[in-house]
C-alpha cells in the first residue's frame, strides 16, 4: 500500500485520458498556490493496477469549488490567469488589488491642485453612504435611469442579441435585473458576467442572481474593469453595460483611455450599454450633489478616513468642510474638501508630508455631464456606432445603445 500526494495541477479533468481515469472519484480542476485548499482522502484503484495493488491517492481540491468547469467566457489565451477565489467568482492569480491605491494617492495629492481617484471614495463606508446617497429626494440619477432601463429594457435586449451580460462594477446589480429579466424572456438563457473590485459587492451580486434567476449562468470578475473586460472571449457575443453614469467620474485622460481599451476587447457586433448623465438646470445638478441631509459631504469627506487607514495619515476631519459647485465650462460637478484651518500631513510609515493651507481644496470626485449627442458623435472616433437612445421624459438621463463596428 503506498501513498501518492497529487500536489500537481490538473488543469481539466476531462483531459485525462479514459484508460487513466480513476474510478468513483470526481476530478476537479486544482490551481497552484490557492491558500484555501481541503484535502480529500479517497481509497481508489486505478484501472491499471489490476486490483492487485491497492493505492491510496490524497486528492488536494479547492474547498467549496463547486463547478468542474474553467468558465467558457475567458479568452482561451488568459484562461490560465484566472483561479476560483470561491464559487462563481474569479480572479487574478497573484494579483494584488491592493497594491495600487497608495501609489495613486501619494502621486494625485502632490499635484497642482490636488486631488484623487474617485475609487478611493468605496470602502465599506463609502459604499453604504453612496448607496443612501441613491435614496436621496435630490439625488435623481439613480431612480431616472432604473426607470428608463425598466421601461426600455425589452427593447434593449432584443436590439442585443447577445449570450452574455458582462456588467463593469456590481454594485448590486439591481438595475440590471431588468435586463436579466428580459435576456431570459427573450433567450431563456444567459451568462452574467459583473466585474468588480469589491468582492462583497460580488457575493451580493451573486445572492441576487441565485435566488432570482437559478437558471443564468454567474460568473463573478473581481479584478479592475480593464482587466476584468480584457479577459472576456471575444468569439462570445457580449453586451458589456456600464450604468450609473459612472463614466462622469473619468477625467479628460481616463475617458479617452478607457473607452480605447474597452473597444478593442470587443469582438465585431458587441453592444455597450452606457448611462450617461445630461447636462441640465444648474440648481437641479448642484442640489443632488449637496442635499440638506449632508449624505453627499459624509461619502466626500469619508474618504480622508479610507486614506489615513490605508497610509497611516493624519487628515483631521474636523478640520475640513465640504465644498462643491458645478462649473460649466467643464460642464461638471467639482466635489471638494476644503481645509478649515492649516494642516501639517504627515503619512507614518512613508518619508513624506505636506501642508494643506487653511482654504486650499482637494479635489475629490469629478461628476461630468453629458450632451448624448455629442456624446455618441465622440463615440463614434472609438469604433462604437450609436444603436439607439433611451432617455426619460424631463431628458435628464441618457442611456446609450452602442454596438462595435470594426
Ligand atoms: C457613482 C460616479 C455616478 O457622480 O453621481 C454621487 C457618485 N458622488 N454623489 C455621481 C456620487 C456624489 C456618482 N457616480
Not at 169 to 197: C, M, N, W
Not at 277 to 283: H, P
Request: glycine fraction near 6%; include cysteine; hydrophobic fraction near 40%.
Amino acid at each position: 500500500m503506498g501513498t501518492i500526494h497529487c500536489i500537481s495541477v490538473i488543469p481539466n479533468a476531462v483531459k485525462i485520458p479514459h484508460s487513466r481515469r480513476l474510478r468513483g472519484i470526481h476530478l476537479y480542476p486544482i490551481f497552484a498556490g490557492e491558500p484555501n485548499w481541503i484535502q480529500c482522502e479517497r481509497s481508489i484503484i486505478p484501472e491499471e493496477a489490476n486490483g492487485s495493488i491497492p493505492v491510496r491517492f490524497s486528492f488536494i481540491v479547492p474547498q467549496a469549488m463547486t463547478q468542474e468547469n474553467t468558465p467558457t467566457i475567458f479568452a482561451a489565451e488568459k484562461r490560465a490567469h484566472w483561479r476560483a477565489l470561491e464559487p462563481e467568482i474569479w480572479s487574478i492569480q497573484g494579483a494584488d488589488l491592493d497594491a495600487v491605491p497608495t501609489q495613486s494617492i501619494l502621486t494625485t495629492l502632490w499635484d497642482q491642485p490636488r486631488w484623487l481617484e474617485a475609487y478611493h471614495l468605496y470602502d465599506q463606508r463609502g459604499s453604504e453612504l453612496f448607496e443612501q446617497i441613491c435614496g436621496l429626494p435630490e439625488y435623481y440619477l439613480t431612480r431616472t435611469e432604473n426607470a428608463i432601463l425598466e421601461t426600455h429594457a425589452r427593447d434593449i435586449i432584443a436590439r442585443a442579441p447577445v449570450r452574455c451580460i458582462v456588467e463593469l462594477g456590481a454594485g448590486y446589480s439591481k438595475k440590471t435585473l431588468h435586463l436579466l429579466t428580459e435576456q431570459l424572456r427573450q433567450r431563456g438563457s444567459s451568462i452574467f458576467a459583473p466585474i468588480d473590485v469589491s468582492a462583497a459587492g460580488l457575493r451580493a451580486s451573486r445572492a441576487a442572481v441565485r435566488s432570482a434567476f437559478p437558471e443564468i449562468q454567474f460568473h463573478g470578475l473581481h479584478a479592475r474593469y480593464e482587466e476584468g473586460f480584457s479577459a472576456i472571449d471575444k468569439n462570445l457575443p457580449t453586451l458589456f453595460v456600464f450604468l450609473g453614469s459612472t463614466i462622469g467620474n473619468f477625467n479628460h485622460s481616463d475617458f479617452p483611455r478607457f473607452f480605447r481599451t474597452l473597444s478593442a476587447a470587443m469582438g465585431p457586433g458587441d453592444f455597450l450599454l452606457l448611462g450617461a448623465d445630461r447636462v441640465k438646470d444648474v440648481k437641479v445638478l448642484e442640489d443632488a450633489y449637496n442635499d440638506s441631509r449632508g449624505v453627499t459631504a459624509e461619502f466626500i469627506l469619508n474618504v480622508f478616513d479610507h486614506i489615513n487607514r490605508l497610509l497611516h495619515g493624519n487628515f483631521a476631519r474636523d478640520n475640513m468642510r465640504y465644498d462643491s459647485r458645478y462649473n460649466p465650462e467643464w460642464q461638471r460637478i467639482e466635489m471638494y474638501a476644503v481645509a478649515r484651518a492649516r494642516q501639517d500631513i504627515r503619512f507614518a510609515d512613508i518619508d513624506a508630508a505636506f501642508q494643506w493651507q487653511k482654504d486650499e481644496k482637494i479635489l475629490v470626485e469629478i461628476s461630468r455631464k453629458f450632451d448624448p449627442l455629442r456624446l455618441q458623435e465622440q463615440l463614434r472616433f472609438f469604433d462604437l456606432g450609436a444603436v439607439e437612445h433611451f432617455t426619460d421624459p424631463r431628458e435628464w438621463f441618457s442611456i446609450l445603445l452602442l454596438k462595435k463596428e470594426s
